[in-house]
């Protein structure tokens, strides 16, 4: 078995996910890796989500019975777990929503309904990068259609990264928000905050930071970011669908109008006027993901229980074992960076002129899960030419033999296509 440094001590840490053991075709055990799409949930999160509906089952913050408290209490509670996770000033910060993409999606109606200084209309200007995961742009696209704004971006690099050659004419004074993904869901790319904070702030825009492929596996801190809004999901976190997080800076959660409207997002309300809730209440209308915040909770407990920055070192070091095991591969291209710095543990490729389509279904018949296609990121095939691409991405029960099946899996599917 091949070793490598700072690997964690995954046949430990597998038992706790009881898919792993699965079996597939023709007696092929599971091989994942896709968990860029979806993560899988270790037995102390499936065992706290059957605890809440067998034992606490009900609906929060309006009942005065023992389970509506109980229930009120464990969705609150993972809200502080979520605080903390990501180092939160305020609990009151943390907005739950059914995932990344309504995050995002809250973000752009926030400043298309908002009053000056936030509000985005035909004078002014949004910014976002050619590697954004669909539920990055369009949002953008819709809200730009809607108030005349002018739609700009980042474009890449030949390997991969962003080209910010031009960063002071790209984000102008005009600009009112700059909104792009801190680790590429195609690409690996871990992007250069910093730089990007720093002028949105010399211009006064508002930043937006994806951080749905970097919350899984890594520690954040929404504080050193300096974004004003970070958005992530569950699901890619060992946590269960249906639930997302949107982060955003107090000060602005207070001045921002509501997205939606209904119950529990009302201080109150007549038949003329209503007035909000404070945050986060003012943007978790109607009834939440209860359950599913609550199993976010326990991922959260997970993780942390791992250490976030032992899960980053275990992915680095099998990054740079696949990337090096992928060289070998005749045919295989990488479309991204190519070494494992500064770079998440995602790995996207074509092989010579097989279609990614073709390679995943091969794969899929040795047991081996891996994504293929344009990863809701069909710009940037575009900038690379290519229709789609095969993407394999670890986390923290891959291994290296992981690895090497999918290396072997390449080369029959080499031979299968001659």
């Known amino acids: 078995m091949t070793q490598l440094p700072g690997l964690l001590d995954t046949e430990a840490i597998r038992k706790d996910f009881p898919i792993l053991d699965r079996v597939l075709h023709d007696g092929k055990k599971l091989v994942y890796l896709d968990n860029a799409a979806t993560s899988q949930t270790p037995r102390q999160v499936l065992d706290v989500l059957n605890e809440y509906y067998e034992q606490h089952n009900a609906n929060v913050h309006r009942g005065v019975h023992v389970l509506a408290e109980e229930a009120t209490e464990l969705y609150e509670g993972a809200r502080d777990k979520v605080a903390a996770f990501v180092n939160a000033p305020s609990r009151d910060e943390v907005i739950f929503t059914k995932n990344a993409s309504e995050s995002l999606n809250l973000v752009a109606n926030m400043l298309g309904w908002a009053d000056e200084p936030y509000r985005v209309d035909a004078d002014t200007e949004i910014v976002i990068t050619e590697m954004e995961h669909h539920s990055n742009i369009v949002p953008w696209q819709l809200l ?58 010399e211009v006064g825009a508002l930043v937006c930071v994806d951080a749905s492929q970097a919350a899984p596996h890594m520690a954040l801190d929404v504080q050193a970011l300096q974004a004003d809004f970070v958005a992530f999901t569950g699901h890619k976190m060992c946590g269960p669908t249906g639930i997302g997080v949107l982060w955003g ?170």
């Open 144 to 201: 730009a259609q809607r108030t005349g704004a002018k739609l700009k971006w980042f474009g890449l690099t030949d390997d991969g990264r962003l080209d910010l050659s031009r960063i002071d004419e790209v984000i102008t004074p005009k600009t009112k928000i700059v909104s792009f993904v801190l680790v590429s869901n195609i690409l690996g790319t871990y992007n250069p905050v910093e730089a990007i904070v720093r002028r949105a702030q």
């Open 249 to 418: 800076r107090q000060e602005l959660l207070e001045d921002l109008p509501p997205f939606l409207g209904g119950g529990e997002m009302i201080e109150t309300v007549s038949m003329s006027s209503s007035t909000y809730a404070p945050a986060p209440h003012k943007f978790e209308a109607g009834t939440p993901p209860i359950a599913q915040a609550v199993g976010l909770g326990a991922a959260v407990d997970y993780l942390s229980s791992i250490g976030m920055d032992r899960i980053a070192a275990h992915e680095h070091a099998l990054t740079e074992y696949a990337i090096r095991r992928l060289a070998d591969v005749p045919g295989v291209r990488i479309i991204g960076p190519t070494t494992a710095e500064d770079r998440g543990a995602a790995i996207s490729f074509t092989l010579g002129d097989i279609h990614p389509h073709d390679v995943g279904q091969v794969l899929d018949e040795q047991g081996i899960a891996v994504r293929v296609g344009h990863h809701c990121a069909r710009p940037v095939c575009l900038r690379y030419g290519i229709p789609a691409t095969t993407r394999a991405s670890f986390y923290l029960y891959s291994t290296p033999a992981e690895v090497d099946a999918l290396v072997d899996g390449l080369e029959h599917v080499r031979n299968f296509f001659g």
